[in-house]
C-alpha cells in the first residue's frame, strides 16, 4: 500500500508542476432558477480530464446502495441513480426517470425512463428492473415498507407505475433516497449500476471510475476519469501537499493542517450523519431511557471522536415509530449477546461503541443511565464489549436483534418513514452529529461540486 501511495504522490507531483507551466401527460420537473445555490464553492472553471479525489475513509462495495460509511455514500452517488432526485433546497430533478404523472390524485404516480438510462454494461434499464432492485425490501404486503410503496409495475416499455399506502399530491420525495437506487448484482464488487461513472480498476487504496456513456462522453467540461484515493491521517497530509484536486474528511487534524496551509480552500458541508445507540426490546431487562443526563452528549461530541461533532437532536422527518410498525423485525431473548456493535468501516462509530462500554458501570456522567442500557438479564454485574462487524454481518445482527445494542449513523435528513436501514423494535437515542470538510485546490473545478438534499456532494450532472 505505501508503495502504491508513493507511485500516486509522484504522478501528482508531476501532474502539479507540469500545472505551472395514450399515458398521462408528462408533468414538466421543477429545476432550480440558480443552480450555483447548491454549488459548494464558487465555480472555478472545468475539471481536469482526470480529476483527483482523497478521503480519510475508505469505501466498500455493497450490495445495498445508499449503506455504508460517508465515503461509499459519495462515491456511491457518482455510480447509481434512483428514479429521481432533490437539490440542495428540494427541487426535484430527473434522474432515471425524465417525467412523471398522476391521473388519481396521488394514490399513483406514472414514471417514463430517460432514452438513455442503461446499466454499464450497456442494456437499457426496463422498469422490470426497477421493481426487481426494489424488492431487496419487500415485507408482506408492502413492497418497501419504510417508504410506503405498496408495489410497482410496469405499464409499458418505458413506463412505471408506483403505487403508495397513502396519497402523494405531489411527486413522492421518497423516491429520491439513495436506498432505492436501481442496481444488478455482481459476482463481486461493486453492484452494477445506471450513473454517469463506472469502476474500472480497484486497489486495496484506491477506486478510479471513467465516464462510460457515449450519449454523454465528456460533456460540459466534465472529467473522463475519476481516482479515489482513501488514506491515513499521515497519507492524507501527503496527498494535500502532492496537490490532490479535492479531498473530502471529517478528520479534525487534517482539516487543521490543510487550514493551515496556503494554496486550499475550504468549504465546510452541511451536518449530515447522526450517530445513534439502539438498544433492541429483548431480554429481562427493559429498554433505557431515550433522555440521556445533561452535557453526556456534548461530552462524546467533544471528547470520545476525532471528528467534528456536536450534540445530536431528534430531527424533523424522523418518524421513529415508523421503524417500528413494520413487519421484519424479529428479536430473540434467548440469544441476546454482550456485544456493543458497530459497522467495522465507520471509525466514528467505533470511537462511540468503545467510549460508551467504556462509561458502563463508572461513576462518570452518563454511567449509571449506560449501566441500565446494558445491563445483562439476570447479570447487572455483567457489561458489553464493543465489537465491529462488516456491513453484510452487522445488518444481520441488527435483524436478529440478539446484540445488546448497537451504535451506527443514519442521516440527518430523511425522506423516507423510517431513517434505520431496516425495521427494529427497541429504543434509540441519537448521541451525535457528524459533518464534514471539502478541502479543494485552486483551479480544480469546484463550482462544477454540487450538494443533493441529504449535503452528499457530486460532480455536475450533465443528463
Excluded at 439476570?378 to 454481518?393: K, S
Aim: hydrophobic share 40%; glycine share 8%.
Amino acid at each position: 500500500m505505501r508503495a502504491r501511495l508513493d507511485l500516486i504522490l509522484h504522478i501528482l507531483l508531476g501532474a502539479s508542476l507540469a500545472a505551472c507551466h395514450g399515458r398521462p401527460a408528462p408533468v414538466a420537473t421543477a429545476v432550480p432558477t440558480s443552480p450555483d445555490r447548491c454549488a459548494v464553492l464558487p465555480d472555478s472553471g472545468s475539471l481536469p480530464k482526470h480529476f483527483v479525489v482523497a478521503f480519510t475513509d475508505s469505501a466498500t462495495p455493497d450490495p445495498l446502495p445508499g449503506s455504508g460509511n460517508r465515503t461509499t455514500q459519495i462515491v456511491s452517488r457518482f455510480l447509481y441513480d434512483p428514479l429521481i432526485r432533490l437539490t440542495c433546497d428540494d427541487a426535484v430533478v430527473p434522474a432515471l426517470a425524465e417525467s412523471w404523472a398522476t391521473e388519481d390524485g396521488g394514490r399513483s404516480w406514472t414514471f417514463t425512463l430517460r432514452t438513455s438510462a442503461r446499466f454499464w454494461d450497456g442494456y437499457g434499464v426496463r422498469p422490470a428492473d426497477i421493481v426487481a432492485a426494489w424488492t431487496r425490501y419487500q415485507s408482506g404486503d408492502l413492497l418497501v415498507p419504510w417508504a410506503g410503496i405498496r408495489f410497482a409495475r410496469e405499464v409499458g416499455e418505458r413506463s412505471l407505475a408506483v403505487y403508495s399506502d397513502s396519497l402523494w399530491t405531489t411527486v413522492p420525495p421518497v423516491l429520491a433516497d439513495p436506498r432505492l437506487a436501481v442496481t444488478r448484482p455482481t459476482r463481486s464488487g461493486w453492484p452494477m449500476g445506471t450513473g454517469p461513472y463506472r469502476p474500472i480498476v480497484e486497489e486495496e487504496d484506491s477506486l478510479e471510475l471513467e465516464w462510460w456513456n457515449p450519449a454523454i462522453r465528456g460533456r460540459q467540461g466534465l472529467p473522463g476519469s475519476v481516482l479515489f484515493l482513501w488514506a491515513n491521517r499521515t497519507g492524507a497530509r501527503d496527498l494535500l501537499d502532492a496537490g490532490v484536486d479535492m479531498m473530502i474528511t471529517d478528520d479534525a487534524s487534517v482539516q487543521q493542517y490543510a487550514e493551515a496551509r496556503s494554496g486550499y480552500t475550504v468549504a465546510t458541508l452541511p451536518w449530515d450523519r447522526t450517530y445513534v445507540l439502539f438498544v433492541p426490546s429483548s431480554g429481562n431487562a427493559g429498554p433505557p431511557s431515550q433522555t440521556p443526563p445533561a452535557g453526556f452528549l456534548g461530552g462524546l461530541a467533544r471528547e470520545a471522536v476525532s471528528v467534528e461533532a456536536r450534540a445530536a437532536e431528534p430531527k424533523n422527518g424522523w418518524q421513529l415509530e415508523a421503524c417500528t410498525s413494520v413487519p421484519g423485525f424479529q428479536a430473540d431473548p434467548s440469544r441476546q449477546l454482550r456485544r456493543v456493535v458497530y459497522p467495522s468501516d465507520d471509525q466514528t462509530a467505533r470511537e462511540l461503541a468503545q467510549r460508551l462500554v467504556t462509561f458502563a458501570g463508572t461513576p462518570v456522567q452518563g454511567g449509571e443511565w449506560l449501566s441500565d442500557a446494558f445491563r445483562a438479564a439476570g447479570n447487572a454485574r455483567t457489561f458489553p464489549f464493543a465489537a465491529g462487524l462488516d456491513r453484510a454481518a452487522w445488518r444481520r445482527a441488527l435483524a436478529r436483534g440478539d446484540e445488546t445494542a448497537y451504535v451506527f449513523a443514519v442521516p440527518s435528513r430523511s425522506v423516507a418513514r423510517c431513517v434505520l436501514p431496516q425495521p427494529a423494535v427497541g429504543a434509540w437515542v441519537p448521541l451525535i452529529e457528524t459533518r464534514a470538510r471539502l478541502i479543494a485546490r485552486p483551479g480544480a473545478g469546484g463550482g462544477a461540486m454540487y450538494l443533493d438534499w441529504n449535503g452528499t456532494p457530486h460532480l455536475r450532472d450533465p443528463r
